[in-house]
């Protein structure tokens, strides 16, 4: 199996969109992820002095749901009350740029539009930036890694509940995997499902 670090993904299942975010990690695995208002974070459980390792994950809004592995969650999510998604992620990727820890971690994110079936992707690393905007396909997702992916890849990926989601997700081929989260919408806006549950 891979190890990839931090994973996201969106798709699309029974006509809706959804997102996902995959913790795998070997440094700070004792990590857990806590529901705070309309955001989700990743707390670190252990003593560091390493400022990337807990951060906003998730961002809900009434229009979109983001998914990031760092603090640009907050800075898209801003960024989308003026900029488009494309916009948005171009925008503020390029103005944090990669982590600048050990191993030059990448920023990653993802967007999910309520009502739309159309999703954003985007990448930055220390030689590398882009942003996919991608026509969402039934029953599949589109993911993208910090480490060991190029570019983004697309897998099969159906569910019944948004439980299943965060399970279905958890069960996904990556080494040394912690925590799943799932992103759903509903008819009220969006639906968070934990593996495992919080």
């Not at 990690?25 to 390792?53: D, H, M, W």
Request: some cysteine.
């Amino acid at each position: 199996m891979r190890y990839v670090g931090r994973t996201l993904g969106i798709g699309l299942n029974n006509g809706k969109p959804f997102a996902f975010y995959l913790l795998c990690s070997r440094s700070f695995p004792n990590r857990r992820a806590v529901v705070k208002g309309n955001g989700v974070y990743i707390l670190n459980q252990t003593e560091t002095e390493n400022p990337y390792v807990s951060y906003p994950v998730v961002r809900l809004m009434e229009d979109y749901a983001v998914v990031t592995n760092g603090l640009h969650t907050d800075f898209i999510a801003q960024a989308l009350e003026w900029e488009r998604p494309r916009k948005a992620l171009v925008h503020v990727l390029d103005a944090l740029d990669y982590e600048r820890d050990d191993y030059s971690t990448p920023r990653i994110a993802g967007i999910i539009q309520h009502g739309g079936r159309r999703g954003w992707l985007g990448f930055v690393g220390r030689d590398m930036l882009w942003m996919r905007e991608l026509e969402l396909e039934e029953g599949k997702a589109f993911l993208t890694a910090t480490y060991n992916m190029e570019g983004f890849e697309s897998i099969e990926l159906a569910f019944s509940t948004p439980e299943e989601l965060a399970e279905k997700v958890m069960e996904l081929p990556f080494e040394h995997k912690v925590l799943a989260i799932g992103i759903v919408e509903n008819e009220k806006g969006w639906e968070l499902s934990f593996t495992p549950s919080l």
